[in-house]
């Protein structure tokens, strides 16, 4: 049983202050481009949740490690989903103006510097990633385990993950697809990565066989659950608070949960997610106080 009183605001608090902080600190290394610097900080060092970094830590922590342990590569994966939304608003995409509240990256700058300031936030990602010093890691890791995380993390975003999910986004527009084709639609771009989010975490923390699995399942069930929860806000949100545009699914003829079950049966899917999630991690006790309010969080949020 998972504890309701646990103060997930400043949680989250702290931990988006440390993320922050070290990814202004990553952002100070040396670049023969200004440019490129300027234009990586512009869209990374805005107004994000922070969500996968946060679960990263928090499944480090629940599986027995510290945030310190993981704090770099958390960031790693900060970046590669920046590097997403870079290239997601791209006008070859979906042609967005605003993100985290500020231009997006190819209005502030130009395509060419957005593009490759998402080469360049993904290429970092994995040169964190691959770095075992202790600038990176407060504590050795050993090498199996970064390698199963750097191979986990580069299916997650690559063509088995999330770029498949954005190939079959785009290529769908204009047909509704059914409930199943939907589902590894959603699952494959957003999921996987918050997956894999909560995947590192727990391996890098430490966790046993058994408690790295149940972490994978909570991260897929979440996965999916942030996803549907972010069609609901398509719908329903406040393009002020969410900090980007709204009514776009519709505009672009996607095929969301709302669209393809109607919205009381998406909220009622994505809670019925949310409790498998709490269930995976029912036997860690209170050390898993942070995920289950994450978990909570992920579909009661309004951005
Ligand atoms: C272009 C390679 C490539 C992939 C794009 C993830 C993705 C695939 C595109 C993002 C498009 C999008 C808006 C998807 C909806 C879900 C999502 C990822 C929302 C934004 O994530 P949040 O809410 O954003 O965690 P912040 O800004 O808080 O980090």
């Known amino acids: 049983m998972n504890n309701a009183m646990f103060d997930l605001k400043s949680y989250l608090f702290a931990k988006q202050q440390k993320i922050n902080k070290t990814l202004d600190k990553i952002l100070t290394q040396e670049s023969n481009s200004k440019r490129i610097v300027s234009a990586m900080r512009h869209s990374l060092m805005a107004s994000g ?7 990263c830590i928090a499944a480090a922590e629940a599986a027995g ?4 342990n993981v704090l770099y590569p958390a960031c790693a994966l900060e970046m ?32 060419a510097t957005a593009i490759l300031a998402g080469d360049a936030l993904l290429t970092l990602s994995f040169e964190i990633l691959a770095s075992n010093n202790k600038r990176h890691f407060k504590k050795e890791i050993n090498e199996s385990k970064r390698l199963d995380v750097i191979k986990s993390v580069a299916i997650a975003s690559g063509f088995r993950g999330m770029i498949a999910g954005q190939m079959m986004d785009i290529e769908s527009q204009g047909s509704k697809l059914d409930s199943n084709k939907l589902e590894i639609l959603h699952f494959s771009k957003t999921g996987a990565l918050i997956e894999a989010s909560v995947y590192s975490g727990a391996v890098l923390g ?15 069930n979440i996965g999916l659950a942030f996803q549907v929860a972010d069609d609901i806000l398509d719908v329903e949100g406040d393009p002020k608070v969410m900090g980007k ?22 909220r009622e899917f994505a809670e019925k997610l949310v409790n498998n999630a709490l269930k995976n991690i029912d036997s860690f006790g209170n050390r898993s106080d942070p995920l289950a309010a994450i978990a909570r969080y992920i579909i009661e949020r309004d951005k």
Not at 49 to 55: F, G, H, S
């Open 206 to 220: 430490g966790g046993s066989r058994t408690q790295i699995e149940q972490l994978k399942s909570y991260g897929r």
């Open 65 to 68: 490690g510290t945030e310190e």
């Open 245 to 266: 545009a709204a009514r776009k699914d519709a505009d672009l003829d996607k095929s969301t949960y709302p669209s393809v079950i109607g919205i009381e049966k998406s």
């Open 49 to 55: 949740k922070r969500l996968r970094p946060v679960l």
């Open 80 to 111: 590669i989903h920046t590097y997403s939304l870079i290239h997601d608003d791209l006008p070859a995409m979906d042609n967005d103006e605003l993100r985290r509240g500020l231009p997006t990256c190819h209005v502030a700058f130009d395509e």
